[in-house]
């Protein structure tokens, strides 16, 4: 059974950094587009970070871009966020998600093709 688990959410001051991590299982992150979605109150689920299906290059919300990096570890079934220079606008629940499309421009952040997902993470930047 395939399942995704988040963790390393938190409480951090503006400016500060966090890492967040997705445990994988029952599948293979080679044959799956791995993201990273997030959920602020009452404001629909946006893309945030994305590898696409077979590993390749990475993509960003422009929002994120040059602050948030994604890693991944295949041997250890595991994608990572680092989040840095954070802004209480980057408040949200933060989510894990695996899709089996092959997706390109905007489909690549959009939460819709995404089947498989955590429960999520929450992440709180405040002073």
């Known amino acids: 059974q395939l399942q995704l688990v988040e963790s390393g959410g938190g409480l951090v001051q503006p400016g500060g950094s966090l890492r967040l991590t997705c445990l994988m299982s029952?599948?293979?992150?080679?044959?799956?587009?791995i993201g990273w979605f997030r959920q602020a109150p009452g404001k629909e689920r946006e893309g945030v970070s994305c590898?696409?299906?077979?590993?390749?290059?990475?993509h960003y919300a422009d929002s994120v871009k040059g602050r948030f990096t994604i890693s991944r570890d295949d041997a250890n079934n595991a994608v990572y966020l680092q989040m840095n220079s954070l802004e209480p606008e980057d408040t949200a629940v933060y989510y894990c998600?695996?899709?089996?499309?092959?997706?390109?421009?905007?489909?690549?952040?959009?939460?819709?093709?995404?089947?498989?997902w955590g429960r999520g993470t929450q992440v709180t930047v405040s002073s």
């Open positions: 998600a695996a899709g089996s499309g092959y997706y390109s421009g905007s489909s690549r952040l959009d939460p819709s093709e995404y089947g498989y």
């Open positions: 029952g599948f293979t992150l080679d044959y799956y587009a």
């Open positions: 590898f696409s299906n077979g590993g390749g290059r990475a």
